[in-house]
């Protein structure tokens, strides 16, 4: 295993965190039980995994019960995260990050996964319906209260996230330092605007469903959309993608996995982890060989050929106003090429355009 820092702490996770959406029977997400949980979550440390993510909406609280079991007397061993702001029941106030809720369910979190912390507590989403402040303050006081020690985002546009840490900045509350996002070689939608605000901010990126639900693992194809056994045939398809974008990235990951020795789920892995800002890409294997197969992503070394290649077959564009920064930015100010040579190496993406077809 290797490891990284947690955004801009100086708390060390490993490379590869151990996801749990799949345990408990509620989701219909892997259903496994507190045996399978277990075996599992021992796998994974045995593996020099430090990192685990659950949440409380999972399975309902659930997949912290058997997380919690199976942490029994090894619980100060790792770095445990999970989340609030989902419905945990009817009642419309058992939802949202009021402070109400908030302080509600980080006692229902204390009390299932079987401590009296939580490493990092995050936000699983925006909420449109309660003031921001009152969302900061709240886990400003279970910092200071030590029921959490790093609070995280998830799930938010940039300019929800900017907003958020600007005010913690200026009402000098607890900081932000993670933000659990969607990121995959057919979700690249956090490289339009995302990825260089957590980078100015330094915030460590944790990356959910890299294989896109099952579906990089190359299992897939256009003569067998939904095989038997898989997530799509259980679930249906978990995250939203061009499906023929799909297969096209699945045929470069095959490509680049045959050169290796490897399979495609640990070459889409291992592109992850060589993205700016990642501190720890997430896996949510429901088998045994699924788990030992991601945890060896780390120790894959792509070459630039193959990232190209797998760059290039995933390119999303660049839509505005991401282009016209990087235009301005890249191409016409002077200043770049002297402080930041390396960005021209190969001559650079982006040329000055001013006099020939380009005006604004």
């Not at 999970?82 to 009817?90: A, F």
């Not at 900081?175 to 979700?187: D, R």
Request: aromatic share 8%; charged share 25%.
């Amino acid at each position: 295993m290797k490891y990284r820092k947690l955004g801009n702490t100086g708390l060390i996770v490993s490379e590869v965190a151990l996801g749990s959406m799949q345990f408990g029977g509620k989701m219909n997400m892997g259903n496994l039980g507190q045996e399978d949980a277990t075996r599992m979550v021992k796998q994974a440390l045995d593996s020099g995994i430090n990192f685990i993510d659950t949440a409380d909406v999972y399975s309902l609280g659930e997949s912290e019960t058997l997380l919690g079991n199976a942490l029994n007397g090894i619980r100060e061993e790792i770095v445990l995260a999970t989340k609030v702001r989902l419905p945990m029941g009817d009642n419309f106030n058992r939802s949202g990050a009021t402070r109400v809720n908030i302080m509600r369910e980080v006692h229902g979190s204390l009390r299932r996964l079987q401590t009296d912390y939580i490493d990092l507590y995050q936000v699983h989403g925006w909420d449109s319906n309660t003031p921001l402040e009152e969302t900061l303050r709240t886990l400003n006081d279970l910092v200071r209260q030590g029921k959490v020690r790093y609070i995280g985002l998830s799930n938010l546009m940039s300019w929800q996230a900017a907003t958020a840490v600007m005010l913690q900045e200026h009402l000098g509350l607890e900081k932000y330092v993670t933000a659990q996002m969607y990121y995959s070689l057919v979700g690249r939608g956090i490289e339009h605007e995302f990825q260089s605000f957590a980078e100015y901010h330094n915030i460590g990126i944790l990356v959910w469903s890299p294989l896109a639900g099952g579906f990089l693992a190359g299992k897939y194809s256009r003569a067998n959309p939904s095989p038997a056994g898989t997530r799509f045939a259980e679930a249906g398809q978990f995250v939203p993608f061009e499906k023929e974008l799909g297969y096209r990235v699945v045929d470069a990951l095959k490509e680049v996995a045959a050169r290796h020795g490897a399979s495609p789920a640990r070459v889409a892995i291992s592109w992850l982890l060589g993205r700016p800002t990642v501190s720890s890409v997430i896996v949510a294997a429901r088998k045994a060989e699924q788990l030992e197969d991601n945890i060896r992503a780390v120790d894959l070394q792509l070459s630039e050929d193959d990232v190209r290649l797998l760059d290039a077959v995933s390119d999303p564009g660049i839509p505005y106003p991401k282009w016209m920064v990087l235009q301005l930015d890249t191409a016409e100010d002077p200043r770049s090429k002297i402080l930041h040579p390396e960005r021209y190496a190969d001559g650079g993406r982006w040329k000055d355009l001013r006099g020939t077809r380009w005006s604004g």
